[in-house]
């Protein structure tokens, strides 16, 4: 089993930004392509960005693209996302995934999930 940690959520006005982690334990020899979900309160679960495991190729969402950069380092088996110039309408739990196969994935079909962590953006 792998376990998926995230951190640096918290509070941030508009324009802010903020730098997510996500630390994976366990069986890390098993994941592959990693990423960010996020749900804001009354909506569904909405897809961020995600990496390969190679971190050669990346993907984000349009809602987001250009402000947030995803990255990862494999010896420290972690994945960051840097958000920057937040909007309120960026405010959720942010889930950090990871899957046992390499290759990204859009849909929420991920092995593992984390616990999320909440950002809110004030205006």
């Known amino acids: 089993q792998v376990q998926l940690v995230e951190s640096g959520g918290g509070l941030v006005q508009a324009g802010g930004s903020l730098r997510l982690s996500c630390a994976a334990s366990g069986r890390t020899s098993s994941v592959g392509a990693m990423g960010w979900f996020r749900q804001a309160p009354g909506k569904e679960r909405e897809f961020v960005g995600a990496?390969?495991?190679?971190?050669?190729?990346?993907i984000y969402a349009d809602s987001v693209k250009g402000r947030c950069t995803i990255s990862r380092d494999n010896a420290k088996n972690t994945v960051y996302l840097q958000m920057n110039s937040l909007k309120p309408e960026d405010t959720a739990v942010y889930y950090c995934?990871?899957?046992?196969?390499?290759?990204?994935?859009?849909?929420?079909?991920?092995?593992?999930w984390g616990q999320g962590t909440q950002v809110t953006v004030s205006s």
């Open positions: 990496i390969n495991w190679s971190g050669g190729t990346i």
């Open positions: 995934v990871a899957d046992k196969s390499r290759f990204i994935r859009t849909s929420s079909r991920y092995d593992y």
